[in-house]
């Protein structure tokens, strides 16, 4: 099975994107992560929801997991409410090189997605066609297709 056979339609954000609604809709969606978009609508990054939550929880924190239990509930919502005065911009470290990008062509097999989102350790792969993403293949989807006996892998 080809990438555009397993694409599903995602939408793509762009830099300038509220943080709050970026992480809403990957919330919403239950998504690993969204597709990032420059100002012409290629694909500029991957924001995985490992980031978002990178950005979100100090680093103090992350260094020492036992401190989060000292956190109250208000003190969480506090570290939620900062992506509203921020931008997808804020949370992505930097532009990717094009090798780096979990892009691939609607002729990808699965094994060729398999081997980008492993390089990349990105939890989907946009698929472009025409220089336009036409959909993702997140990697619990492409887990499904490989993973079912039934399905075709020989494509």
């Known amino acids: 099975m080809r990438a555009r056979d397993l694409a599903e339609p995602f939408p793509i954000v762009d830099l300038d994107t509220d943080a709050f609604d970026a992480a809403r809709q990957m919330a919403e969606r239950r998504s690993p ?4 978009g420059d100002e012409d609508g290629k694909p500029y990054t991957v924001l995985p929801g490992s980031q978002v939550l990178n950005f979100l929880i100090p680093e103090y924190i992350q260094k020492d997991t036992r401190l989060a239990r000292a ?3 208000k003190a969480s919502d506090e570290l939620c409410h900062r992506l509203t005065t921020m931008t997808v911009r804020d949370m992505v470290p930097r532009p990717q090189d094009a090798d780096d990008l979990p892009v691939v062509d609607g002729d990808a097999t699965a094994i060729e997605m398999a081997a980008v989102m492993a390089r990349v350790r990105s939890p989907l792969v946009a698929v472009v066609e025409d220089g336009r993403v036409q959909g993702v293949v997140t990697v619990s989807r492409l887990l499904d ?6 399905s075709s892998k020989t494509s």
């Open 33 to 36: 992560g969204l597709v990032v």
């Open 71 to 73: 956190l109250s509930e």
């Open 145 to 150: 297709h490989l993973l079912d006996p039934h």
